[in-house]
T-cell receptor, first 113, second 115 residues
Framework: QQQVKQSPQSLIVQKGGIPIINCAYENTAFDYFPWYQQFPGKGPALLIAIRPDVSEKKEGRFTISFNKSAKQFSLHIMDSQPGDSATYFCAASMKNYGQNFVFGPGTRLSVLP | DVKVTQSSRYLVKRTGEKVFLECVQDMDHENMFWYRQDPGLGLRLIYFSYDVKMKEKGDIPEGYSVSREKKERFSLILESASTNQTSMYLC??????????????FGPGTRLLVL
């Protein structure tokens, strides 16, 4: 199974809230899980990534939580700001897939002022 | 800074026309990719190339072809455009490094409307 499922499809939070975006996968061969952020009119850009040998990774206000047994990972945005309003994609790749990624369908986040 | 540029931001074509989308990267990356992005479907891989003149089909290659004559340039060709090819097209590139996984760098996208 090459799919990565992502939810919710859209999310609206107030400034300062903590939006959480969830992803799930089936293929246990996946071994790298990046998140990409896309602003309107721009291409996606790498935000943060995690490998399955750790359960959590933080970079600034962004945190990935990883649950290997459940085959799920999630993105948390602490103290969200209107400037975080964007579409977020989770993705996965595996060793024998070259430099290819499988992307989730995306979550459109709106942070209200 | 890595730069991936796409020849057009917006394109309007008629059904049956041949369409060329061009992508250029300036970081000497070996790998280049073409995706299409549709609401609710995310990014779907059309074709990728890991070297000059090499190409591999992605998940949705039907109706598309590609060309990579130079390392920095990867072209997507719609031989006979159809309305169901109306979409946002994204090009990306990445290095084949010795690191664990390499970041994909995306262009700004070309929004194609086929009438």
């Amino acid at each position: 199974q090459q799919q990565v499922k992502q939810s919710p499809q859209s999310l609206i939070v107030q400034k300062g809230g903590i939006p959480i975006i969830n992803c799930a996968y089936e293929n246990t061969a996946f071994d790298y899980f990046p998140w990409y952020q896309q602003f309107p009119g721009k291409g996606p850009a790498l935000l943060i990534a995690i490998r399955p040998d750790v359960s959590e990774k933080k970079e600034g206000r962004f945190t990935i939580s990883f649950n290997k047994s459940a085959k799920q990972f999630s993105l948390h945005i602490m103290d969200s700001q209107p400037g975080d309003s964007a579409t977020y994609f989770c993705a996965a790749s595996m060793k024998n897939y070259g430099q290819n990624f499988v992307f989730g369908p995306g979550t459109r986040l709106s942070v209200l002022p | 800074d890595v730069k991936v540029t796409q020849s057009s931001r917006y394109l309007v074509k008629r059904t049956g026309e041949k369409v060329f989308l061009e992508c250029v990267q300036d970081m000497d990356h070996e790998n280049m990719f073409w995706y299409r992005q549709d609401p609710g479907l995310g990014l779907r891989l059309i074709y990728f190339s890991y070297d000059v003149k090499m190409k591999e089909k992605g998940d949705i290659p039907e109706g598309y072809s590609v060309s990579r004559e130079k390392k920095e340039r990867f072209s997507l060709i719609l031989e006979s455009a159809s309305t169901n090819q109306t979409s946002m097209y994204l090009c990306a590139s990445t290095h084949t490094g010795t690191g664990f996984r390499e970041t994909q760098y995306f262009g700004p996208g070309t929004r194609l409307l086929v009438l």
